[in-house]
């Protein structure tokens, strides 16, 4: 039986860990099936496959798009897609000019309530300079000028939705991103459903309007799912006839998830839709 977590994040986005990390860490859980899945990109998949293959682990390319419905977040998961497709090229080119251009408002607007950081401040805190500007690095920024007393109360003050430097701005939206993920032969997975700020009937409707475009998945095992949340939206997989992907979402080895958990066993049709099997 394959053990796998399909939803692990880097350094190469808003994560600690590089990817030998991510490979000890999930030696170290018993995983023999991996995902990266940093956001808006997959600069890590080559490093991230040449150390899997020496442990002995699969390792799938995977990518969590930050798609925007209006103002509600969709996270969308791309798996195994064929990254010399011209419309990955296009698409992986928007979303990173729209993460500089959503940096500058960003910064302009915190500067209208007296919070001043740089641009250049921002891009020293990435770990890796090919990988797309990221809330997180603006938020790390921030706290080490002492405008809070770490990046997630910075984040918390100032970046979330509702607070002054707020931006959404050159963000594409979720049927854009699954018609993407489904022409560059990849499998489309809506990221953990539970944590999306819609109510039930408004998930539904959302997974309604993106099965047409390509969605061939649920989240439904996620690390910040209950037990009942997890249930529901395994039959509401089932309803749709969609497949069941699972991870951990973890972002730090020291942080409070852990690579492996909670436990995912994905079945068949998804190890053949992965191309696995």
Not at 209 to 217: A, Y
């Amino acid at each position: 039986m394959i053990r796998a977590d399909m939803h692990i994040h880097t350094y190469y986005s808003d994560g600690g860990q590089s990817p030998a990390d991510v490979i000890t860490g999930a030696r170290r859980a018993g995983v023999n099936l991996i995902s990266v899945t940093d956001h808006d990109n997959s600069n890590a998949r080559r490093a991230v496959k040449e150390l899997a293959l020496k442990a002995g682990i699969t390792a799938v390319d995977g990518e969590e798009i930050s798609a925007y419905d209006g103002d509600v977040k969709v996270h969308i998961l791309g798996y195994a897609m064929d990254y010399s497709n011209p419309a990955y090229a296009s698409f992986n080119k928007q979303l990173c000019e729209g993460a500089e251009e959503r940096t500058f408002d960003i910064l302009q607007k915190l500067a209208k309530v007296n919070v001043n950081i740089s641009y250049g401040e921002v891009l020293r805190e990435r770990r890796c300079e090919k990988s797309p500007l990221h809330a997180v690095h603006i938020a790390v920024a921030g706290a080490r000028k002492g405008y809070a007393s770490s990046p997630w109360a910075f984040y918390g003050k100032y970046l979330n939705y509702g607070t002054a430097g707020f931006s959404s701005i050159k963000r594409p939206a979720p049927e854009e991103t699954a018609r993407m993920i489904k022409e560059c032969g990849g499998v489309c997975s809506l990221a953990h459903p539970g944590r999306i700020t819609l109510d039930a009937e408004g998930v539904t409707a959302l997974i309604e309007r993106l099965i047409p475009c390509g969605l061939l998945g649920i989240e439904a095992v996620y690390s910040g799912h209950t037990f009942s949340e997890t249930q529901y939206y395994k039959e509401l997989a089932e309803k749709y006839g969609l497949l069941v992907t699972g991870g951990s979402d973890t972002h730090y080895a020291e942080g409070n998830r852990r690579i492996g958990e909670p436990p995912f066993y994905p079945d068949e049709s998804l190890l053949s839709a992965l191309k696995i099997l």
